[in-house]
């Protein structure tokens, strides 16, 4: 019994350490980020189903799904600035210079993930396992998920990692000179 009552106490504290809710916080607030660049991204696909193809070192590529991937991204990152700096890492700093390491750092995501291994996966899938980017995989209330979803939803979660290390080492960083009232509190209490 005492190792259950034990094992309870261990895991409110950890529960109420600041780190713990940080990164819970930002796991729910990525989430909601990515929910928020799917469903742009799906609704620009969907209103406007255009197709813009070209080939690129042998390969097809659709630059209209790349327009499309850009500009959800563009809404996620105001909804994450906002979010992140309220909700997740709480800090007070120079909102034009976080914001503007914020775009920089999420710049590399976008190009490396968003972009890069996305238009990838495309690529890969349709030219070399000949699964077009419009295969049907399922269909819920009408909408249908294709392979281009799928890739998508699979990048996201490379997008998610690589966005919180970022954000933790360099944009949303506390000063160091003087630790928080909070935070010598919690020291305190684990000496």
């Known amino acids: ?7 309870g106490s261990k895991l409110k504290t950890l529960m109420k350490s ?5 990164v819970f916080w930002y796991f729910v607030f990525g989430v ?9 991204f799906a609704l620009l696909d969907k ?3 255009v197709k813009w193809p070209v080939s690129i070192f042998g390969f097809n590529l659709d630059l209209y799904i790349v327009f499309v991937n850009v500009v ?7 909804f994450a600035y906002i979010t992140n700096k309220k909700f997740v890492f709480h800090t007070k700093g120079n909102i034009v210079k976080e914001f503007i390491s914020f775009v920089v750092a999420r710049l590399f995501t976008l190009f490396a993930f968003e972009i890069g291994l996305f238009a990838l996966g495309i690529m890969v899938m349709e030219n070399s396992f000949n699964m077009p980017q ?3 995989w399922f269909s819920i209330f009408g909408f249908d998920f294709t392979n281009k979803y799928i890739i998508k939803f699979g990048v996201s979660f490379f997008v998610v990692v690589a966005n ?7 944009i949303f960083k506390k000063d160091k000179k003087e630790p928080k009232k909070e935070e010598a509190a919690e020291e305190v209490k684990e000496a």
């Open 72 to 78: 959800a991204w563009v809404v996620a990152i105001v």
């Open 47 to 49: 209103l406007f189903n």
């Open 164 to 170: 919180y290390v970022l954000s933790k080492l360099f």
């Open 18 to 22: 600041k780190k713990f809710q940080e």
């Open 1 to 7: 019994m005492s190792n259950n009552v034990e094992e």
């Open 32 to 40: 909601l980020t990515t929910v928020v660049n799917n469903v742009v």
């Open 134 to 136: 419009d295969d049907l």
